[in-house]
């Protein structure tokens, strides 16, 4: 069975601070893996996924992430948060030999204060 | 490009009704997913349907249910309704691939009375 474990429910910075979102997964298998953002009162957006490539993957809107396999993190960063950074992040793994469905975390609120 | 489409965006039911929540995936994927988000308990896989088949279901009772039609769209049909299924139920497509991702809708918020 695979789970992610996204620690810390609300993450605060001040605007031009870094943005660090912490992802750990389990799984049986090399997974893959997939940060989304969630704006109030709209769906998932795709950030950035990893399936099995490049270890450090670059998104949409200046984040990146890095995939680590002996930590079994995929954490996510971005150098320099803007106001707009602010909404709710989900980690996601789904198993590549598997049934294809997502199992996220419990999600990460940013918060940005100018 | 058109993106995933939910219809309606909110629907008011009470309880023991039938609800009917639709979707339209991007044009040339083929698989549709359904997933409930319910305040407290995050995001839940439903259902997977792909070339019209139901491929996997996650842990929800058998009155959840649904269907994929020919053009790709997909029906979640949800019966006898109960409070504790209030919810935003957010419809995402992909390519059938499995390292393909999914692409999330807006989300049906459906409100049982």
């Known amino acids: 069975a695979q789970s992610v474990t996204q620690l810390g429910s609300h993450v605060s910075v001040s605007e031009g601070a870094l943005v660090l979102l912490r992802c750990n997964y389990s799984s049986s298998v090399p997974p893959y893996l997939f940060w989304y953002v969630q704006y109030p009162n709209q769906g998932l957006q795709l950030l950035l996924k990893?399936?099995?490539?490049?270890?450090l993957v670059k998104g949409i809107n200046g984040f990146e992430a890095e995939f680590k396999k002996s930590e079994t993190s995929f954490h996510l960063t971005k150098p320099s948060a803007h106001m707009s950074d602010a909404a709710e992040y989900f980690c996601?793994?789904?198993?590549?030999?598997?049934?294809?469905?997502?199992?996220f975390g419990t999600g990460t609120r940013l918060l940005v204060s100018p | 490009e058109a993106g995933v489409t939910q219809s309606p965006t909110h629907l008011i039911k009470t309880r023991g009704q039938q609800a009917t929540l639709r979707c339209s995936p991007i044009s040339g994927h083929t698989s549709v997913y359904w997933y409930q988000q319910a305040l407290g308990l995050g995001l839940q896989f439903l259902l997977w349907?792909?070339?019209?088949?139901?491929?996997n279901r996650g842990n929800f009772p058998p009155r959840f249910s649904g269907r994929q039609f020919p053009n790709y769209s997909s029906e979640l049909n949800v019966n006898a309704l109960e409070l504790e299924d209030s919810a935003l139920y957010l419809c995402a497509s992909s390519l059938s691939n499995s390292n393909q991702p999914q692409h999330f809708g807006d989300g049906t918020r459906l409100s049982i009375l």
């Open positions: 996601a793994v789904s198993d590549p030999t598997g049934f294809q469905k997502l199992v």
């Open positions: 990893y399936t099995s490539a490049a270890t």
């Open positions: 349907y792909d070339e019209g088949e139901e491929r």
